[in-house]
C-alpha cells in the first residue's frame, strides 16, 4: 500500500500583504512549497528579487513563488487567506471552482467571523488562527517584522464536523512550528479570536486616529482609560455571544502588546495612511453591531468606529 501523500505540499497565502508574506516566507524559508498570491507591484519585486524580510538586525531575502492569479490555489492543498476581512465572500467565491475538493483552509484575519463567512462559501475544511505579528510593508516586497510571530490555530464553530480536524491541525501546527512559528492550538478557537478581537479594539482605532505607535499610546494616562473602556464594552459583548473571557488577563495583555511592539503602527493606522479602506467595520464596527443585537451599550466602541470611518472617507490633500 502505497503511504499517503504528505500535507502539506504545496501552501498558497490568498491575500499575500504584510501577514501572509512575513507566515508565507517564514513557510518558504523552512523550505515549505509556497505561492504567495498578490497585489502586481509585490508579485513583480517578489519574483525579481525574491521576498525581503526585514528586522532591526537585518535583512533575510526568501526565494517564494508570486503571482496575482488566485487560480494558483488550484493545485494547493493547503490555503492562507489572508484577505481583508471586507473582502472574505467575494475572494472565497473567487477560488471556488479552482479550489481542491480536498484542500484545506486557514483563515489569518482580523474579526471573529470569518471562519463562518468562508465557511458558507466553501464546502472545504475551513479553520481558523489568530494572529500575534507585527508587520509593516516597506515597498514592493518588503516586509518589516516588528515583533511576535506566533498562531493561535482551532476549528471555527460554524465549520465543525468537516474533514479530520485534529490530524488536519496537528499537521499544519507542525508545519508552522518547523518554520520557527509557534502554532499551538486551541479547542475554543472562538474565545482565542475574541481575544484578539478585543485587543483589536484597543489599539487599531486609537492608533490610526492619532498616528501613534502603541508605545506612545500607552505612555498617556488618558489614552489609557480610553482603551480599557473599549476593552471592557468589547468583553460585555463577548459574554453576551456565550464567549467568556478573562477581563483581569486581557488587560494584561493589551498592555503586554504595547511593551512588546511598541513601535508598532496598527494594521488600521497603516491602512489609513496609505489611502485604503480599513478593517474597523470588522473591529470596533462588529463590537458596535453585536452590542446592539444583544442590548449591550458600547458607546467608546461607537465612537471610535465613527471617528476612523469619518477620517477613512477624508478626501486626500
Not at 508545519?175 to 474565545?191: K, Y
Request: proline share 5%; with cysteine; hydrophobic share 50%.
Amino acid at each position: 500500500m502505497n503511504a499517503p501523500a504528505p500535507f502539506p505540499r504545496h501552501v498558497a497565502v490568498l491575500g499575500a500583504g504584510a501577514v501572509g508574506c512575513y507566515f508565507g516566507g517564514m513557510l518558504a524559508r523552512a523550505g515549505a512549497r509556497v505561492t504567495l498570491i498578490g497585489r502586481p507591484a509585490h508579485v513583480e519585486a517578489i519574483a525579481r528579487d525574491g521576498l525581503v524580510v526585514v528586522r532591526d538586525s537585518g535583512e533575510t531575502r526568501i526565494r517564494v513563488a508570486a503571482t496575482t492569479d488566485d487560480d494558483a490555489v488550484r493545485d494547493a492543498d493547503l490555503v492562507l487567506f489572508c484577505v481583508k476581512s471586507t473582502d472574505t465572500e467575494a475572494a472565497a467565491r473567487a477560488i471556488a471552482a479552482p479550489l481542491d475538493p480536498a484542500a484545506r483552509v486557514v483563515s489569518l484575519q482580523n474579526g471573529v467571523d470569518n471562519g463562518a463567512r468562508l465557511a458558507a462559501v466553501l464546502p472545504q475544511p475551513v479553520y481558523a488562527a489568530v494572529v500575534y505579528v507585527g508587520t509593516i510593508m516597506e515597498g514592493p516586497g518588503r516586509v518589516r517584522h516588528v515583533g511576535r510571530g506566533d498562531l493561535v490555530l482551532g476549528v471555527p464553530r460554524a465549520a465543525r464536523g468537516r474533514g479530520d480536524a485534529s490530524g488536519d491541525l496537528a499537521a499544519i501546527a507542525a508545519t508552522f512550528e518547523r518554520a520557527g512559528v509557534p502554532c499551538p492550538l486551541s479547542p475554543d478557537v472562538e474565545a482565542a479570536l475574541w481575544t484578539k478581537l478585543v485587543i483589536n479594539c484597543a489599539f487599531n482605532a486609537v492608533s490610526a486616529l492619532g498616528r501613534a505607535r502603541y508605545a506612545r499610546m500607552a505612555a498617556s494616562a488618558g489614552v489609557r482609560t480610553v482603551m480599557e473602556d473599549a476593552v471592557r464594552e468589547a468583553i460585555a459583548v463577548a459574554r453576551a455571544d456565550d464567549v467568556a473571557l478573562d477581563e483581569a488577563a486581557l488587560m494584561r495583555a493589551v498592555w503586554d502588546v504595547a511593551a512588546a511592539m511598541g513601535q508598532q503602527f496598527s494594521s488600521t493606522a497603516q491602512d489609513v495612511q496609505r489611502g485604503k479602506a480599513t478593517e474597523i467595520d470588522a473591529l470596533n464596527g462588529y463590537v458596535v453591531r453585536r452590542g446592539a443585537e444583544r442590548g449591550v451599550p458600547v458607546p467608546v466602541n461607537r465612537t471610535l468606529h465613527a471617528l476612523v470611518k469619518l477620517l477613512e472617507a477624508a478626501p486626500r490633500a
